[in-house]
């Protein structure tokens, strides 16, 4: 089965601009889940979707962030107006059953740099 | 608030050898997840071993296995027969159990090198 897919890899835009991350997730995973890890610091949870529905955004920075799972298939984060401290690694993760049962698979991640 | 601590940013060690990383947390609650994750240079992040907080028994996957000590909030990680494809990115990482609302809290990391 294919992985969890996420595009682009790598991201550099300037300060202002608008960025879109984009994952695919395991057919068939209803779970869905963002992370970022700011360079150097700890990975952090940003929100988690069951199918289309956000189950949890507690983690959502601010309100620049928007993140969409239309169909409950594929999941975009934008980032909208993009500031320096966004810069970061942005993990996208599904699993099958939510919870603890079923393990996290992970994408390879976006890498964000804004200047 | 939950925390986890790698207190070990990088580490190195010989092919072969044995390696311990350290990770320590806290929390007030009883029921919870502990986690080892790796993630390979350039590659996804990947589930090394987990441990639920109610067993007293460590948990092991073969060279893996961690020292899991409740009181002392501490979740170690052992290595042991190291091997180059042990090279990596190692996160440690908690959750409480919430009822299908779980999401994990990571450590900083730490960068394992095996040395041919």
């Known amino acids: 089965e294919a992985g969890v897919t996420q595009f682009p890899s790598h991201s550099v835009i300037e300060k202002g601009q608008t960025v879109t991350l984009r994952c695919d997730p395991i057919?068939?995973?209803?779970?869905l889940y963002w992370y970022r890890r700011v360079m150097g610091k700890e990975i952090k949870f940003l929100l988690h979707?069951?199918?289309?529905?956000?189950?949890?955004e507690s983690g959502m920075p601010n309100n620049r962030f928007l993140a969409e799972r239309t169909g409950g298939t594929y999941s975009t984060l934008k980032v909208q107006p993009a500031e320096l401290e966004d810069s970061g690694v942005y993990f996208c993760?599904?699993?099958?059953?939510?919870?603890?049962?079923?393990?996290?698979?992970f994408g390879n991640g976006t890498r964000l740099t804004v200047t | 608030a939950q925390t986890v601590t790698q207190s070990q940013p990088e580490m190195s060690v010989q092919e072969a050898e044995t390696v311990t990383l350290s990770c320590t947390y806290d929390?007030?609650?009883?029921?919870?997840?502990l986690f080892w994750y790796k993630q390979p240079p350039s590659r996804q992040m990947i589930l090394v071993i987990r441990?639920?907080?109610?067993?007293?028994q460590n948990a092991t996957e073969n060279r893996f296995s961690v020292n899991f000590q409740k009181a002392a909030k501490s979740f170690s990680l052992k290595i042991s027969d190291s091997q180059l494809g042990d090279t990596a990115m190692y996160f440690c990482?908690?959750?409480?159990?919430?009822?299908?609302?779980?999401?994990?809290?990571f450590g900083t990391g730490t960068r394992l090198t095996i040395i041919p």
């Open positions: 993760a599904s699993s099958q059953e939510t919870g603890v049962v079923s393990p996290l698979h």
């Open positions: 979707f069951v199918k289309e529905s956000k189950q949890d």
């Open positions: 929390t007030s609650e009883n029921n919870y997840y």
């Open positions: 441990q639920e907080a109610y067993k007293q």
């Open positions: 057919s068939g995973h209803d779970n």
């Open positions: 990482a908690f959750t409480l159990l919430n009822f299908g609302n779980e999401k994990l809290t």
